[in-house]
């Protein structure tokens, strides 16, 4: 047995982790992990396509040119990781420890992005022929923050190219508790909600004189956060209105505020729509005599894939490799597998353990990086066998 399978910290997915961590590749700033993988997908045989729109670095990368395409959709930006000082080391110094990597990114999502071109270049190694099977990667450089220019463009470039997708595997963190207990076929939609309630501002020994929109709106406020928007269904769980940011006051304590201004997230099935959210929270600020100015916005439409031959050879696999069946989940937030589902014959989503994604002290389990290598390759395997 190999040293690496002896010691998974010594892995070529834990060692390629690594060095995507060292770059801080904070949205648009690339840091050189585009730049790192594009010269490592080369070396392999890829033909690498830059796709850099406004100042943002994004790849797509193809091997072969005959039979289906099987495309890893990744990204190699993270989100910020806050003050430094909060962190046990340094966010874009990877270190192990008690057999964990740490690092912004590790989950999400420089460790998956790592097990999917390791377990692509183990794949190939293995061919000795001409492969009935064409391999992609889009790598995103824009997901994380407002996704301007990232996987769209990517698809928009592929979409003049004639390019069509037959398989997807979205490498996202999608793992809940422990490896392999979720696999996502589908998202939820989101819609982001922009309210101001009217007020009349004035001092605060003399409210008669006054009018405050705060002390106004509780009631309707906590009516949205406790009403049942739907009930969900098999694929979908219930609705959720969550209150994200809120602001009111000029900044005394002795001046009522006139305006109180309120951010929303709803998170939804296809029993829902923009249009039903915006009626329904109108007529809830109508019937409770408020003054106001809203605005609802849905960045994401929710969506189910179709399950087909990847579903079904991605749960034989990650429940071979996990020893346990994964549930098929429509939950979470939202990825770029909305932007990609309409443009691929099927599409699933399977990753790490994501509980720490995004938090200070971020990591992976580095055993679970090897078992991930291990799936992606054995979905490879099944696949070519099928083409």
């Known amino acids: 047995m190999s040293s ?12 390629l982790a690594k060095d995507l961590i060292r770059c801080a590749s904070i949205a648009p700033n690339d840091a050189g992990a585009q730049l790192l993988l594009r010269k490592r997908l080369e070396t392999k045989g890829f033909d690498v396509t830059a796709v850099d729109v406004d100042g943002v670095l994004n790849t797509w990368a193809c091997y072969g040119t005959e039979g289906p395409l099987m495309v890893f959709a990744v990204h190699a930006d993270v989100v910020p990781s806050g003050d430094a000082n909060d962190w046990t080391s340094p966010p874009f110094e990877p270190e192990i420890r008690e057999g964990k990597l740490f690092g912004r990114g590790a989950a999400d999502m420089k460790g998956p992005l790592s097990a999917a071109v390791i377990a692509v270049e183990q794949f190939l190694i293995k061919q000795k022929k001409a492969m009935p099977l064409r391999i992609g990667f889009i790598i995103a450089g824009d997901e994380e923050p407002v996704n301007n220019h990232g996987t769209q463009d990517v698809l928009d470039y592929l979409k003049k190219e004639d390019v069509t997708i ?4 979205v490498t996202e963190p999608t793992s809940l508790s422990t490896f392999g207990d979720i ?61 994200t940011n809120v602001a009111a006051g000029t900044g005394a304590a002795n001046v009522i505020p006139g305006k109180f201004n309120v951010q929303f997230n709803l998170r939804h099935g296809p029993g829902l729509s923009l249009e ?53 989940s429509t939950g979470g937030g939202t990825s770029d597998a909305r932007f990609i589902a309409p443009h691929s014959r099927e599409l699933v989503e399977f990753g790490l353990v994501g509980d ?16 991930l290598v291990r799936v992606y390759e054995k979905i490879l395997d099944q696949l070519i066998d099928l083409a």
């Open 4 to 15: 690496e399978n002896n010691d998974p910290s010594k892995h070529p997915a834990t060692l």
């Open 166 to 169: 037959d398989y997807c595997m």
């Open 183 to 243: 696999i996502k076929v589908g998202r939820r939609g989101s819609i982001n909600g922009f309210l101001t309630l009217l007020g009349k501002q004035g001092h605060s020994a003399y409210p008669e004189l006054a009018m405050n929109p705060v002390h106004q709106s509780f009631k309707a406020l906590q009516s949205l956060t406790e009403r049942v928007w739907d009930q969900g269904d098999e694929h979908f769980p219930a609705a959720g209105f969550q209150i």
């Open 276 to 328: 039903m959210v915006d009626a329904s929270i109108r007529q809830t600020l109508d019937g409770a005599g408020l003054r106001y100015e809203l605005k609802c916005v849905s960045d994401a439409k929710p969506f189910k894939t179709k399950q087909g031959i990847l579903t079904q050879i991605c749960r034989e696999v990650v429940s071979e490799f996990s020893s346990q069946e994964p549930h098929l």
């Open 356 to 371: 720490t994604s995004h938090h200070v002290d971020e990591h992976i389990i580095i055993y679970d990086l090897v078992r």
